[in-house]
């Protein structure tokens, strides 16, 4: 069994920041990918950032420059610093992870985190 718990997620201001965490736990063997996603009121879930176990990362194009990714393998864990942030950042924000729970197989299961909610707003 494995749970992803976000955290750090509020109400900030305009042009200001917020650091989110998400952590895996439960039965791991490895951790290839590693996500944010969010949603917003009336639109679809959209990949905001991910890194991969080589600590590949990609960004979509409206939040390069303003966030970056990064991931703890030994606490399983990742992270998104927010910088510049928008109104229009306001969402729900969800961690996704493709984790190995089993030893004698090299397939992933994808899990999602509760969510953290993010609202931009003066």
């Known amino acids: 069994q494995v749970q992803l718990v976000e955290s750090g997620g509020g109400l900030v201001q305009p042009g200001g920041s917020l650091n989110l965490s998400c952590a895996a736990s439960?039965?791991?063997?490895?951790?290839?990918?590693m996500g944010w996603y969010r949603q917003a009121p009336g639109k679809q879930r959209e990949l905001v950032a991910g890194?991969?176990?080589?600590?590949?990362?990609n960004y979509a194009e409206s939040v390069k420059g303003r966030f970056t990714i990064s991931r703890d393998n030994a606490k399983h864990t990742v992270y998104l610093q927010m910088n510049s942030l928008k109104f229009e950042d306001t969402a729900v924000y969800y961690c996704?992870?493709?984790?190995?729970?089993?030893?004698?197989?090299?397939?992933?299961?994808?899990?999602w985190g509760p969510g953290t909610p993010v609202t931009v707003s003066s």
């Open positions: 996704n992870a493709e984790i190995r729970s089993v030893w004698y197989s090299l397939n992933t299961n994808a899990y």
């Open positions: 439960g039965t791991i063997i490895s951790i290839n990918f």
């Open positions: 890194i991969r176990s080589g600590n590949s990362a």
